[in-house]
């Protein structure tokens, strides 16, 4: 339920009581939306609060201010110019309305602060003595309101005024009309669009009220109720969901929801603030679970899919006794075969029946040549077994804990939802995480030079060509920044994005720059390629000499396998 006119009423009527003839001591503007003001009414300090938030608006009293920035903006400036130090001489309502002025005096004149609580169209406007628009939280021109600007020097006009009915200030024949043209039977849908300044809370309370749905009863459960209003009898409660949880406040108690899911509350401001803190920490638990589920999700299926390509790499790696048999096989046959054939069918002198195994073969290469492949083959495949098990293994284990801990997502509080973004590394002020820590390629930081993620969320940057490189390494990378190279060879230049914290990189980070420096190398077809890494502080481009190329010390060396 948003903060309605009833509610509204009761806020502003605590508010006057409280701080009658209250002196402003301090203004804070945290943001954009909020003001806070700091009254002090003889021994007695006040922390009033005005938010123009879209879906949060509202005024009252609050317990703390967040902290006040260093540079306040242009319209905390305003007011704290013409209102510190003034007292505060009226607080005036505007029945039904969501508006309340706030008169001050001060000794070089008064002001009057206009706080319209309405949505999306919520402002804070000052006004001078005349009624002329000193400022306001909101700018408001000509082309979004032909009718109605809210710019500095203009005079303020306040909102238009309904042209439906408003229960607290027409007579009950009008109100009584308007809702008979309901029919028999009103329903709080029709009430909300038959009078004014009536929100959906309050007409379910009205229906609650009446005897029956008829326009009399329900014309009659409103004057009660606008009578309260009037005579300031409010009686502010808090509203609780099925858990318990305080999560919505209205000024009275209600008879449209039980009895056992409401709590009396000392003060309108009280009830308010508590239900506030609630809707925003569920808010932000469920942004953080978002966070996580999607998070999760993406892991997942990274975790699927090389899951997958570990058992593909595995099955093919488990041929390498085949590749040798081929292999021993060809070499036998060295003189029967000739160039230019695409396969052979040859006896299999492993087998005892010899049955012929078809090999396919390279129609560039000699019959030798085609042996040596299928022994480079063979040799790859066996050391790879070993690692590709380990590797599936642990991947395996990986995706195991990303599903139990998207499991435990969907419950998890607030506390615990941060440890578990902390833990998949979305929220670390070790690791310049992004929103995604997908490989694939975004935007180009400059020509020639191309940008994508690690698996840990690093931005990686490499060279597409020697001006590229020349780019990267001489105007792009910071000197913190992790610079890599295919060792005594011809590479792109790849760096590793630190955010000035190289120690903290992970291992796999640099594997995987280290993968894309030998995959764009001379190197790419070779097995295993060594490739250097060091702090671009340490890399220098040869003085004459020409684009792409550097030296570099300090050094050290990673072998990775090409895949």
Request: with cysteine.
């Amino acid at each position: 339920m948003p903060f309605d006119s009833v509610v509204m009423a009761a806020a502003v009527s605590e508010i006057r009581r409280a701080s009658r003839d209250a002196q402003i001591t301090k203004i804070y503007q945290p943001s954009s939306e909020e003001i806070y003001l700091h009254l002090r009414a003889g021994s007695e300090r006040h922390l009033l609060l005005l938010s123009v938030h879209p879906q949060r608006f509202r005024l009252h009293f609050i317990r703390e201010s967040p902290p006040n920035p260093a540079s306040p903006p242009q319209f905390c400036m305003v007011l704290r110019k013409h209102l510190e130090g003034a007292r505060l001489a009226a607080v005036e309502p505007s029945g039904l309305e969501r508006i309340a002025r706030f008169r001050f005096e001060r000794s070089d004149g008064a002001h009057t602060l206009v706080a319209e609580m309405m949505g999306k169209h919520s402002n804070l406007t000052l006004l001078d003595a005349e009624g002329r628009i000193l400022d306001s939280i909101k700018h408001v021109s000509g082309r979004i309101n032909r009718v109605r600007e809210i710019l500095p020097g203009r005079p303020y006009l306040p909102p238009p005024a309904p042209a439906k009915p408003d229960p607290i200030s027409a007579a009950e024949a009008d109100v009584r009309n308007a809702l008979g043209a309901l029919g028999e039977k009103v329903t709080a849908q029709g009430i909300v669009k038959a009078l004014a300044n009536v929100g959906p809370f309050l007409a379910k309370e009205a229906l609650a009220r009446a005897v029956s749905p008829t326009p009399d009863a329900v014309t009659g459960a409103l004057r009660d109720l606008m009578e309260q209003v009037r005579g300031e009898q409010f009686s502010p409660t808090l509203l609780l969901d099925e858990e318990g949880h305080p999560s919505d406040a209205w000024a009275f108690e209600s008879l449209s929801v039980p009895e056992t899911r409401q709590d009396r509350a000392p003060s309108m401001s009280l009830a308010l603030e508590i239900s506030h803190d609630f809707q925003t920490r569920q808010v932000n638990i469920e942004r953080l679970r978002g966070e996580a589920r999607e998070r999760l999700n993406d892991l997942i299926g990274r975790a699927e899919r090389r899951l997958r390509e570990h058992e593909d790499a595995q099955a093919e790696a488990e041929k390498a006794e085949t590749y040798r048999i081929m292999g021993e096989i060809l070499q036998a046959n060295a003189g029967v075969l000739e160039r230019g054939q695409a396969e052979a069918d040859l006896p299999n002198y492993y087998d005892p029946d010899l049955t012929p195994i078809r090999i396919e073969l390279d129609p560039l290469l000699s019959t030798q040549e085609n042996a040596e492949a299928y022994f480079r083959r063979h040799r790859k495949a066996k050391s790879s077994l070993v690692h590709l098990t380990e590797r599936k293994e642990a991947e395996r284990q990986k995706l195991e804990e990303w599903r139990r801990l998207a499991h435990e997502t969907e419950s998890a509080e607030e506390d615990r939802l941060l440890e578990i973004l902390r833990e998949i590394g979305t929220v670390s002020p070790a690791e310049p995480q992004g929103r995604r820590e997908a490989k694939e390629e975004v935007r180009r930081p400059a020509p020639g030079v191309r940008r994508t993620q690690s698996t840990d969320g690093y931005e990686i940057w490499y060279g597409e060509h020697r001006e590229g490189n020349d780019t990267l390494t001489t105007k792009l990378a910071a000197p913190t920044d992790l610079w890599l190279h295919v060792r005594a060879g011809a590479s792109a230049h790849v760096v590793i994005r630190t955010a000035k914290k190289p120690e903290a990189v992970p291992h796999r980070t640099l594997v995987e720059a280290a993968k894309i420096a030998a995959a764009h190398s001379e190197s790419k077809h070779a097995g295993i390629v060594p490739v250097d890494y060091t702090l671009k502080k340490y890399v220098r481009k040869p003085r004459g000499s020409g684009p792409g190329q550097a030296l570099y010390t300090h050094e050290k060396t990673l072998h990775v396998e090409q895949e």
